[in-house]
């Protein structure tokens, strides 16, 4: 069985500030790793994955993550924070095997960037 | 214009009651799931399905019943039977087959049982 853990349910942070949301998983095989972001009210979207290949994985609006298999973790970071980041951020697993369809995640992370 | 629909985006029953979630999505996706949301826990599975006419139970899918009866629609029941309904409810699609298949997410509806 998988597991993730998100041991940070809340992260204040000042904009333009660096911030780092942490996450650790536990899986008996070889995962896929996700970050999901959840505005306000809405639905998730996928911020970045990591799949295979490099193990820095970048998206458009400037979070990275990394995973690091000796230590089970996909931290995701960025190095300047806007307002508009605040968001609830969800780290999700899932099994190679079955098409990376069955996704377990994480309790969340409520980052509040503040002025 | 591509993507997954709930509705209502509010919902309000009274205890006691069944109530049914709309899923629709026009991604021609074959694979439909919902997940519940609760403050602090997370999302959990509460049913999939990968094919038309067959679906399956998730981490958490006492209380919930589900048909799937054309590939675009996956309604979720939520019975009286579910001990403590209130919650944001979240519905997603993806392809099936391949090494990877992203689930995309509807906007989600926010149950009110009072």
């Known amino acids: 069985a998988q597991s993730v853990t998100q041991l940070d349910s809340q992260v204040p942070v000042f904009e333009e500030a660096p911030v780092e949301l942490r996450c650790n998983y536990s899986?008996?095989?070889?995962?896929?790793l996700f970050w999901y972001v959840q505005y306000p009210n809405q639905g998730l979207q996928l911020l970045l994955k990591y799949l295979s290949g490099s193990t820095l994985v970048e998206s458009i609006n400037g979070f990275e993550a990394e995973f690091n298999k000796s230590q089970t973790s996909f931290h995701l970071r960025k190095p300047s924070v806007h307002i508009s980041d605040t968001a609830e951020y969800f780290c999700?697993?899932?099994?190679?095997?079955?098409?990376?369809?069955?996704?377990?995640f994480g309790t969340g992370t409520q980052l509040k960037v503040e002025l | 214009d591509g993507g997954i629909t709930q509705s209502p985006k509010y919902l309000f029953r009274k205890e006691g009651q069944n109530v049914t979630l709309s899923c629709e999505q026009n991604?021609?996706?074959?694979?439909m799931y919902w997940y519940r949301q609760d403050p602090g826990q997370g999302l959990r599975l509460i049913y999939y399905s990968q094919i038309v006419n067959d679906f399956q139970k998730g981490d958490i899918a006492e209380g919930y019943s589900v048909s799937r009866e054309k590939k675009e629609s996956f309604p979720l029941t939520v019975t009286s039977a579910q001990k403590n309904p209130t919650a944001f409810y979240l519905c997603?699609?993806?392809?099936?087959?391949?090494?990877?298949?992203?689930?995309?997410f509807g906007p989600g509806t926010r149950l009110t049982v009072l």
């Open positions: 899986s008996s095989v070889s995962v896929y």
């Open positions: 999700a697993v899932s099994d190679p095997t079955g098409g990376g369809n069955k996704l377990t």
């Open positions: 991604l021609n996706h074959d694979a």
């Open positions: 997603a699609s993806s392809t099936t087959g391949g090494s990877y298949n992203e689930q995309f």
